[in-house]
């Protein structure tokens, strides 16, 4: 006999108390809350039992429409679904489906998977749907994930700051954990798994030897406890050198057998306190992070030392491609191709190799990084920043969905059909291991991301990691119907929005390929006149190279040749400035200010067009913003509205420095209709912000 279970009286309770309309909101539901109406007490049953289906149940109970079929959550092999044709191999371990049946006589809803995972993600899958409009009589729904790990790295340090976090300190209590497990642990779980992720890197990549020491570990342990029922595996930050520092060793040699040994017993204990650990990633040998080059050993040395220390509990590494090195004069975006794609074949089978999505530094645009399609035999995860580092911090809205899939989407040249995103979910190359990393924007703002849009970010993060071929405005729809609610005005006013929104932050900051125009250190605001940094790379002026007949890094054979790191096809369009997308003209070639485009216009002439283009996009969004005053709640909109007209004034402020800084290098004047600059070149490069967040000191 089928054993039903059903949520008790106490659930009911907690379920609608959380549900109860807010007068005000402060955002803090995210895409779960405000737009959900309060549930109707559907009667959901499970075949077994376990913590992650009663969360499913409740999650059902606590927002299914009145009117909705009884909902039963089984396991795909449960002995009630004999009659059911379900396609087992197609669900995988995390998949779902979600259709009408009738069960032992009862017209309900079923909701399957694999596991238990799998029904929870079911779960939020209806919910999904219904949210967003699709019909309750008709329920069809059936969905695994194209890729193995869908993971936030948190660069959240010990003492709560959180490197290039705009949203407040944290969100882990360091300090009162593992005895105080903060709600809100829960409630991140939760919108998590609602989304497909699947784990969670703790602490910076700029790690620090201590989270390996038994009290963080215990912390870190009391996390994953929350996080178990929601599928979310803790992974941590390895500090390479913390055989040294924590250790007692006096080398962190990946061939030294006591340095493998002390990592053995390090990951031991690991998973004595996490037996679902996922396994360490390493920033290493990068921006002052020691790693195994430090005593002539490669990175896929370091990285297969401390797989094998994870290997027998099932943990992976993922070693960071996210290197360029003090000494070598070469072009900074070549430096990872040169250093990795010859060490392709050479990683263990439980290492990823962690490559972001550009070959220099999360740009507002960058062309695809060359690593994805030249290391076949290396399974690579793609790391996309979701925090906005580059992008306005916090308070500009920029929807990043266009700029994820704009990347997936791009084809590698190296064989027939590929794309970024076949090469990361595996599929290129038939490896199982696979994944996407996006670097967290959450912090312990009320709102968790700093703004309302910004949520959006970490929506669209997480639904593209689970498929890769979803469409960034469908999930803009998607998102904005469950976060605003469904009326058609605001969702189509929304949707607009946000999908003009990255173009218009590349065009205010950096148009047509340029890149790295950033001020010192906190990256807030322009700096492409900086040249007196120790570093080469450090300097705006190594990227733009702007003189007065000219801007631009040369990329082709006559300049760094760093096209050539790209497949064939791909290379010979980099090549040529005529076959160069425009989007991308002055991060391959340096080309004369008079250089004519194919419509006519001189690239000085088109790049004066596209930073006012930028500003008017602003402007335009703060009018759209303000069409919707009376049909969203009073809370979110006024926080929305002034973070536009902050985003204004420094959208301005951006196009004027850049303008007048270009202007003192070329000598020409503004193109007829274009406003100068307000203030002269001097006032922008006097401009100091000492306390600018999420800057590391
Ligand atoms: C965690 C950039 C950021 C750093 C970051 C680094 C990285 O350089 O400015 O804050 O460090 O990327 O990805 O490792």
């Known amino acids: 006999m089928m054993l039903i279970r059903r949520l008790g009286p106490l659930w009911t309770c907690a379920a609608l108390a959380l549900a109860s309309p807010a007068l005000a909101d402060d955002g803090y539901g995210l895409w779960l809350g405000s737009a959900r109406e309060q549930g109707a007490s559907v009667p959901v049953d499970w075949t077994s039992d376990s913590p992650t289906l009663r969360i499913a149940a409740e999650e059902l109970r606590r927002s299914l429409p009145a009117g909705s079929r009884p909902v039963l959550l089984a396991r795909a092999d449960d002995a009630a679904l004999a009659g ?9 371990t995390e ?12 017209a309900v809803t079923l909701v399957t998977g694999a596991t238990d995972l799998g029904i929870l993600y079911g779960a939020f899958a209806l919910l999904r749907h219904l949210d967003s409009g699709g019909d309750p009589a008709n329920i069809a729904l059936a969905s695994a994930p194209q890729t193995r790990l869908r993971i936030l790295n948190h660069w959240d340090n010990l003492d709560g700051v959180v490197e290039r976090g705009y949203s407040g300190q944290s969100l882990w209590d360091w300090w009162t954990l593992p005895d105080f497990k903060d709600p809100r642990y829960a409630d991140y779980a939760r919108a998590n798994a609602s989304i497909g992720i699947n784990g969670t890197v703790l602490n910076n990549v700029n790690a620090k030897a201590e989270s390996l020491t038994a009290p963080y570990i215990a912390k870190a342990a009391a996390l994953a406890d929350v996080f178990r029922a929601y599928g979310i595996k803790v992974y941590l930050s390895a500090r390479f050198s913390a055989p040294i520092e924590i250790g007692g060793l006096k080398t962190a040699d990946p061939r030294d057998p006591a340095v493998a040994a002390w990592w053995k017993a390090k990951a031991d204990e690991i998973y004595r306190a996490i037996p679902d650990f996922g396994g360490f990633l390493v920033k290493a040998n990068s921006e002052g992070q020691p790693g195994p080059r430090d005593y002539g050993a490669s990175h896929a040395d370091g990285a297969n030392m401390l797989a094998s220390a994870v290997k027998p509990h099932g943990g992976i590494v993922m070693w960071r491609a996210f290197v360029y090195a003090d000494t070598d004069p070469e072009d900074r975006a070549k430096q990872a191709y040169t250093e990795f794609e010859p060490l392709d074949g050479q990683f263990a089978d439980n290492v990823l190799v962690q490559v972001k999505n550009g070959a220099i530094d999360f740009q507002p645009r960058e062309p695809f990084h060359p690593l994805f399609g030249a290391m076949p035999k290396t399974p690579l995860i793609a790391e996309f920043q979701i925090t906005k580092e580059y992008l306005g911090f916090a308070t500009h809205l920029a929807y990043l969905g266009p700029m994820f899939e704009e990347v997936l989407d791009a084809p590698t040249g190296a064989r027939r059909g590929e794309t970024v995103a076949s090469v990361i979910t595996g599929k290129a190359d038939g490896h199982t291991l696979s994944g996407m990393a996006g670097v967290a924007n959450i912090g312990r703002d009320r709102d968790w991301s700093g703004s309302t849009f910004n949520q959006a970010n970490w929506y669209v993060f997480g639904r593209l990691a689970w498929d890769p071929g979803l469409s960034s405005q469908a999930l803009a729809r998607e998102w904005a119907v469950q976060t605003f609610g469904s009326d058609p005005m605001v969702i189509g006013t929304v949707v607009a929005m946000m ?11 950096g148009p047509l390929g340029l890149a790295h125009l950033f001020a010192t250190g906190h990256h807030y605001g322009p700096g492409p006149w900086v040249s007196d940094l120790a570093r080469p790379e450090w300097n705006p002026v190594y990227y733009h190279r702007a003189d007065r007949n000219g801007i631009g890094f040369d990329r082709t054979r006559t300049g760094s040749n760093a096209v050539a790191q790209y497949a064939p096809p791909i290379a010979r369009r980099y ?13 391959f070639h340096h080309l004369p200010w008079d250089y004519r485009l194919a419509d006519g216009r001189t690239l000085w002439e088109e790049m004066v067009r596209r930073y006012d283009r930028g500003v008017a996009e602003v402007a ?10 009376s049909r969203i709640d009073a809370e979110r909109w006024t926080k929305t509205d002034t973070f536009l007209a902050i985003q204004q004034r420094e959208a301005r402020w951006w196009r004027d420095a850049s ?3 270009w202007m003192s290098v070329n000598g020409l004047e503004l193109p007829a209709g274009s406003k100068a600059p307000e203030h002269g070149l001097e006032h922008y490069k006097q401009l100091r912000f000492p306390y600018a967040p999420g800057n590391p000191h």
């Open 84 to 92: 059911q044709r379900i396609d087992r191999q197609a669900l995988g």
């Open 95 to 106: 998949g779902y489906r979600v259709q009408h049946a009738t069960i032992g006589g009862r």
């Open 499 to 509: 999908m003009r929104s990255r173009e218009a932050v590349v065009d205010y900051t």
């Open 575 to 587: 090549a040529d400035p005529r076959t160069t997308p425009l989007e991308d003209l002055l991060w």
């Open 620 to 629: 335009a969004m703060r009018a759209q913003w303000a069409t919707l005053k």
């Open 659 to 661: 303008l007048a800084y």
